[in-house]
């Protein structure tokens, strides 16, 4: 037996009787086009280690493991476990950890290797497992992610620019982040209302502190939770006109206009003044 002679993904998902669940932001990305695509834009292959959140029925999975790259797949969906099984029976580079992706130890299944994430992300939990995997104590080798649009426009766009926000300042702090591929909806399994992208992010090899990270959050929570407002309005609880001044930045300017550099500053100061 090998993954070519396992049955379609479509035909899996018809003899386990199994559907997408609302609940679990679920999408089927059953194009093998897609799959294959995303597979080569994640740079990986034989020896790699890939950890995937949310593999579904496998479609992505079958990708990347037809890339040599041993992967470990994270589902918290029980269902699906007997399907995956049938493609770890065939494929000894596939280990399933069943669990809640929000809540796992990376660290732990990364097993002190370098690990690249690659996923079809869920949507309904797609930014806070973002946060999670470049705020949080690992940091994976990179990221290759897709997320509705929108989200992806939040994470890629900069000062100035419609989507540009917390996200965005939180990711191109940590990564460099490129928008690598553009999924229309109709290539998803029930189709969503949105469309999708796919998002590459390199982590920065001199990527904030853990203090400094936390302190930009903070920072660009109160900046961005009043965004209309000027910096001095804004972050008048954090300091106010001499934070802003002790930054270097303009008390009247807006949060959405302010580079990521900026925020950094602004932590930094806000750091110092405590």
């Not at 946060?131 to 900069?158: C, H, N, Y």
């Not at 992208?197 to 929570?221: H, M």
């Not at 961005?224 to 309005?233: D, E, N, V």
Request: hydrophobic letters at 45%; glycine letters at 8%.
């Amino acid at each position: 037996m090998s993954l070519e002679s396992l049955p379609t993904l479509r035909e899996a998902l018809e003899s386990h009787g199994l559907w997408a669940k609302k609940a679990f932001g679920q999408h089927f990305l059953l194009d093998l086009n897609v799959t294959r695509k995303i597979a080569r834009l994640a740079q990986v292959g034989d020896g790699d280690h890939v950890i995937e959140v949310g593999p579904g029925p496998g479609g992505l999975t079958r990708a990347l493991l037809e890339t040599g790259a041993k992967v470990t797949a994270v589902e918290k969906d029980e269902r699906f476990r007997p399907l995956l099984q049938e493609v770890a029976d065939v494929a000894p580079n596939l280990t399933l950890v069943f669990g809640d992706a929000l809540k796992v130890d990376e660290a732990q299944i990364a097993g002190g290797r370098p690990a690249h994430l690659v996923s079809n992300l869920p949507y309904n939990v797609g930014t806070p497992l973002l946060i999670k995997w470049l705020t949080g104590p690992w940091t994976p080798a990179s990221l290759t992610l897709m997320f509705q649009r929108e989200v992806a426009d939040r994470i890629t766009e900069g000062p100035g620019e419609d989507a540009y926000g917390r996200l965005g300042v939180i990711v191109q702090a940590t990564c460099r982040a490129q928008r690598v591929l553009d999924a229309p909806a109709r290539a998803f399994t029930p189709p969503p209302k949105v469309d999708s992208a796919v998002v590459r992010l390199e982590p920065l090899a001199d990527r904030p502190s853990a203090q400094r990270l936390d302190a930009l959050q903070k920072i660009t929570a109160a900046a961005f939770g009043q965004r209309r407002k000027m910096l001095r309005s804004s972050l008048k609880v954090m300091g106010g006109e001499a934070l802003i001044v002790a930054a270097g930045l303009d008390p009247q300017a807006r949060a959405e206009v302010v580079p990521v550099a900026g925020f950094l500053a602004l932590a930094d100061a806000w750091l110092a003044l405590r």
